[in-house]
Nanobody, 123 residues
Framework: QVQLVESGGGLVQAGGSLRLSCAAS????????MGWFRQAPGREREFVAA????????YNTDSVKGRFAISRDNAKNTVFLQMNSLQPEDTAVYYC????????????????WGQGTQVTVSS
């Protein structure tokens, strides 16, 4: 069982930055691929980025290309999402997710989910 707790969301003006964190419980963090998803009101949950434990990463390039960066600190059981040049369309609840294994998955077929953190970008 893995528990995920996100933090770092908030209100920011367009063009600003935020850094989300997701702390994972358990001692097997380095066997999980970690992902970030987001869901805006009235829209389906959307893949944002993922990172496995051997250094591979993937992004939803259509939405976040060049602006967001995922990283992980395996020693601290934490994954981060650095978000730069934020725009109002980035407003959403951001979710951290984990699945066992090395494969990067871009669909919401993850085993564990956090409760989400709200990101609001004002124009």
């Amino acid at each position: 069982q893995v528990q995920l707790v996100e933090s770092g969301g908030g209100l920011v003006q367009a063009g600003g930055s935020l850094r989300l964190s997701c702390a994972a419980s358990g001692r097997t963090f380095n066997t999980y691929t970690m992902g970030w998803f987001r869901q805006a009101p009235g829209r389906e949950r959307e893949f944002v980025a993922a990172a496995n434990y051997i250094g591979d990463t993937a992004y939803n390039t259509d939405s976040v290309k060049g602006r967001f960066a995922i990283s992980r600190d395996n020693a601290k059981n934490t994954v981060f999402l650095q978000m730069n040049s934020l725009q109002p369309e980035d407003t959403a609840v951001y979710y951290c997710a984990a699945h066992l294994g090395v494969n990067i998955i871009t669909r919401d077929q993850y085993d564990y989910w956090g409760q989400g953190t709200q990101v609001t970008v004002s124009s």
